[in-house]
């Protein structure tokens, strides 16, 4: 047709508009993820990418599982709601393998007071002192025994 | 690096995440739409007394755009990857969806409307240049020379209707900046439904006077009296769009101080802290009452030629400031206070770095040194037009 | 134009190729957690936090969490009296190393701790480009950090100020529920050294969970309500001037 001969510059545009796009969506394919859109607009591989993690606090059951006698005497004072690696830090290597990584000694004169340092935004039931006044720097342990840190009559259980 | 907080701050809101690089950016692209409207001023509005600007004003817009993703790519923590949003765009992403904004922008109505308003030319210097020139034309013609009076009317017809589809592209193109930052709930400087109106029209704004500025400079540059009809014209144009830039913005303000929400007084002691210089001297004084005083001057008083044309340029010039620090205090203003509205940051600024000031100075530069390319390759002016041929035919 | 025999002999395998690439990819192996027996959140009781920042030395240690950056913090707040909308909050380092004396002026004090808030409805992952950040099959927010692109849109976009980018990666990056440990049957590193028992994980999908029996007799509060991004971490005895 007559009108179309003059506009077929038109029609090459178009086709090199067409081919661009088709040339996209091959590239696209082959570039995809393989698992994108597995469970939602994401790479459904993620998931278990981050559940791979390594995990570093072994979690108070596995640490009870050997240390039956921490425990025996921790269940029966104040501090039986505090998980073990709350002061001893994490330990899944040592759990993993506790003959060649040992836990570090802790310094109670530096490791209580992150708790029990007395601080007017701390609830007021909440046991705390004013650690210069209350044992002039000693250590803690001096006189508590962590497990079990209660005071009674005659000394700490 | 300390930064000094003022106040409390989460903790990881301190350091800032967009910097001077994602101000460049929504400068930049308003640019383009601001140019882009001035050019379809002419094409369907009919507007005569623009025409001189038309070819430049549409080369000016395609030399920003093509330099706007640029600081994108720099401010990316993995700009390698940056592929994959135009492979799995996320619908609800308001940043997504502009990748296929820009390129539809780009390809669909600036690149198509710059070819079919320029073919004839191309088709003629690709049989009229040698070398390497005229290679670059001969594929620019797509393997068409059809320059027959048909042909150009069907590339008239088609031009006006990208244009006709490029006026509501370009409201889209930066009115989806505007709305990047306007969807943002968790941040009230920027979640508005009044962010992509006013970023548009200080976009607008922002384009005519640059092609106003360009037009002035380049006929300066090549020895031609400037078309005071046309530069008048763009002016009147200039100031009307500014007054309703001004009034949107002033809307914001008002809205803000009369409903004084649970963000307005921490916002309100940033703008009159930090922000103090950037938004009230620079931004509002200097950077738009000024520029429209001095703009309506000329529209009631009847001033000569030269004082006119002295007007113009001082007015320009204050304007592409006073929109560049508009952008400056969305961006950066609207990261320097907290989310609990307790506390504010400092934007520490480097100098050579990746986003640092030399590199967004680079980035502002570049784009004219693109038009200069490109005025050379598609030569916006008549004169000059026939020059090139006749130079390009003596074996340029 | 005309097409030859020839060229369409030629044409239509490779347009099949084509075709298979583009609507290729079978996913690769699920693992052998089953995510959809789970809806995981968090409880928080403020009324017993100590400000001991146990929480954020844990979590640091077990995710690798770059100084300066937090995935979990605490805060603390001081109300003078009933002037809500202005408390003093501070955060010394989040929290990690505990909190200096408090103010001696009569007012009220307290610790806040905050972390991720595994929105159902999470702005931050409507705003992400690209799917990198993404709500789980069993409720939790996570990035992938291999397609993440660093655009920091999430960052922006999150109100409780939780995400970060790391200085590491490059990419973005906050609190994963310790996926890597809950679908082991583990329990986050921060509910494992709390000593107070101020966070405890939750699975909502499981009925015998506490936190239902504690949402049927006690008064909740998420942050930020008037965002509406539901989220799944619940604060008992939430002031109202916290942010």
Known sequence: MKSFKDAGHLFRLAAVFVAGLALFLIVRGFLVPRSFGQYGHYRGNAIGEIAALPVSYA??????????????????????????????????????????????????????????????????????????????????????????????????? | MQIPVEGFMYPNEVELQWSVLIVLYPFLTGLVAGAFILASLERVFQVEAVKPTYRLALLTALAFLIVAPLPLQLHLGHPERSYEMYLTPHGSSAMAMFGFVYLWYLLAVLVLEIWLDYRHDIVVMSQSTTGWRQLVYRALTLGSSNISERSLHIDERAGWLITVIGIPSAFLLHGYVGFIFGSVKANPWWSSPLMPVVFLFSAMVSGIAVVMLLYMLMCRLRGETIDMRCVDTIAKYLFYTFIIDFSLEMLDLVHRIYEADESFRSLDFMVHSRLYFSHIVVQILMGTVVPIGLLALTQVVKLTEVQRKRTYVVAGCLTMIGIFAMRWNVVIGGQLFSKSFLGYTTYKMGFVAREGLLTAIILTILPFFILWALVKLLPPWPERHSVAISAAASGD | MNITRRQLLILLPAAAVAWESIIAGTPEASPNYNM??????????????????????????????????????????????????????????????????????????????????????????????????????????????????????????????????????????????????????LTTACCEVCPTGTRQLADLKNPNDPIHAFLKTHSVQVLKPQMATRSKCFYYGLDGSVR
């Open chain 1, 59 to 157: 979690g108070h059951q596995v640490c009870e599982g050997c240390h039956t006698d921490v425990l025996e005497v921790k269940s029966k004072g104040v501090h039986k709601a505090v998980a073990c690696e709350s002061c001893h830090g994490p330990l899944a290597k040592h759990a993993d393998d506790p003959a060649s990584v040992q836990p570090v000694k802790l310094d109670t004169a530096k490791l209580c007071v992150r708790c029990h340092e007395e601080n007017l935004a701390k609830p007021k039931n909440f046991p705390q002192v004013a650690s210069a006044d209350h044992s002039g720097g000693a250590a803690c342990d001096t006189c508590h025994k962590p497990h079990s840190p209660a005071m009674v009559a005659g000394g700490s259980q």
């Open chain 3, 36 to 185: 959809t027996d789970h809806w995981w959140g968090m409880l928080m009781d403020v009324t017993k936090c100590i400000g001991c920042g146990s929480c954020v030395r844990a979590c640091q240690l077990e995710n690798q969490v770059p100084d300066g950056y937090f995935r979990t913090w605490i805060e603390r707040y001081h109300v003078s009296d009933w002037e809500m909308e202005y408390p003093k909050v501070d955060s010394p380092d989040g929290g990690k190393t505990g909190f200096p004396p408090a103010r001696e002026d009569g007012g009220k004090n307290f610790f806040v701790p905050k972390l991720c808030n595994h929105c159902v409805e999470s702005p931050c992952t409507q705003v992400c480009p690209v799917g990198a950040t993404f709500v789980s099959p069993d409720g939790v927010v996570l990035v992938d950090q291999k397609y993440c692109l660093g655009c920091r849109y999430c960052v922006q976009a999150c109100p409780y100020g939780c995400r970060f980018i790391n200085p590491a990666t490059n990419t973005a990056n906050k609190c994963t529920l310790c996926y890597h440990r809950i679908t082991k049957g």
